[in-house]
C-alpha cells in the first residue's frame, strides 16, 4: 500500500541555521504531496504543497519540491526561527487526482534556539 | 464558516461510555474526512464523506466507532463502548478541491 518515510527527530536547531527534513512516499499513482505544520497547542495547518513532479511549494521562506524520481518531498528552509519550533508532518494524498484521503508520517518535531 | 469546528474540545469519558464528537466543516466543503491521533504519532485516516455519501470507512478500528453527516455538512463520529485504547486527538477536515485538506482543532478524548 501506499505509505510515507518522514526523518525521525526530534531536530535542534539554533536560529538562522539551515533546516532539511526528510520524507520519502510509496505510491501506486501519482499522490499530490503536502506539508502541514503543527505549532504547540495548535491544530494542523497546511504549510506546503505540490501537486505533480518537479513542482515546488514554498511559504513562509519553506520549500519542498517534487521529486517523482525519487519519490521525495524533502523539506527545506535556509535560515530558520524560534517561531518556527514546531512539529512538521509530510503527508502525500489524493492519490490519482482524485479526493483521497492523506497519509501522514509520524511527524518531526522542530526546536529552534535563540 | 470561516474554518472547521469542532466540539467539544476535550471529553473524559469512563470506560464503556458512548460518546459523540462533532464536526462543522467549512461552508461549501463537500469532501469531509475524519482522523485518529495518538499521542506522538501522526493523523491515522479513519473515514471520508463526499457530501452525505460515505465513501470509504476502511480506517475504522472497529465496529464500536460509527460516524455519520446526514445532511452532506455536519458531520458526527460516534465510539460505543469507549476503551482506554480510543484516548487519542480525533480530527476532522473538509476540501473543496482535490487533496487540499483543511483540519479542525481537534477533540481530545481521554477515557478512563
Known amino acids: 500500500g501506499n505509505s510515507v518515510t518522514q526523518m525521525e527527530g526530534p531536530v535542534t536547531l539554533s536560529e538562522e541555521a539551515f533546516l532539511t527534513i526528510n520524507c520519502t512516499y510509496t505510491?501506486?499513482?501519482?499522490?499530490?504531496l503536502f506539508w502541514y505544520v503543527q505549532y504547540p497547542g495548535e491544530g494542523l495547518q497546511l504549510l506546503l504543497k505540490?501537486?505533480?513532479?518537479?513542482d515546488k511549494g514554498s511559504n513562509k521562506g519553506f520549500e519542498a519540491t517534487y521529486r517523482k524520481e525519487t519519490t521525495s518531498f524533502h523539506l527545506e528552509k535556509g535560515s530558520v526561527q524560534v517561531s518556527d519550533s514546531a512539529v512538521y508532518f509530510c503527508?502525500?494524498?489524493?492519490?490519482?487526482?482524485?479526493?483521497?484521503?492523506?497519509?501522514f508520517g509520524k511527524g518531526t518535531k522542530l526546536s529552534v534556539k535563540p | 464558516g470561516a474554518g472547521v469546528s469542532q466540539s467539544p474540545r476535550y471529553k473524559v469519558a469512563k470506560r464503556g461510555q458512548d460518546v459523540a464528537l462533532r464536526c462543522d466543516p467549512i461552508?461549501?466543503?463537500?469532501?469531509l474526512f475524519w482522523y485518529q491521533q495518538a499521542l506522538g504519532q501522526g493523523p491515522e485516516f479513519l473515514t471520508y464523506?463526499?457530501?452525505?455519501?460515505?465513501?470509504?470507512k476502511s480506517g475504522l478500528p472497529s465496529d464500536r466507532f460509527f460516524a455519520e453527516r446526514p445532511e452532506g455538512s455536519v458531520s458526527t463520529l460516534k465510539i460505543q463502548r469507549t476503551q482506554q485504547e480510543d484516548s487519542a486527538v480525533y480530527l476532522c477536515?473538509?476540501?473543496?478541491?482535490?487533496?487540499?485538506?483543511?483540519f479542525g482543532p481537534g477533540t481530545r478524548l481521554l477515557v478512563l
Open positions: 505540490a501537486t505533480k513532479a518537479d
Open positions: 461552508s461549501g466543503h463537500v469532501s
Open positions: 503527508a502525500p494524498g489524493g492519490y490519482g487526482g482524485s479526493q483521497g484521503n492523506l497519509i
Open positions: 464523506f463526499q457530501n452525505e455519501a460515505q465513501l470509504d
Open positions: 477536515a473538509s476540501s473543496r478541491d482535490q487533496g487540499t485538506q483543511y
Open positions: 505510491a501506486t499513482g501519482y499522490p499530490s
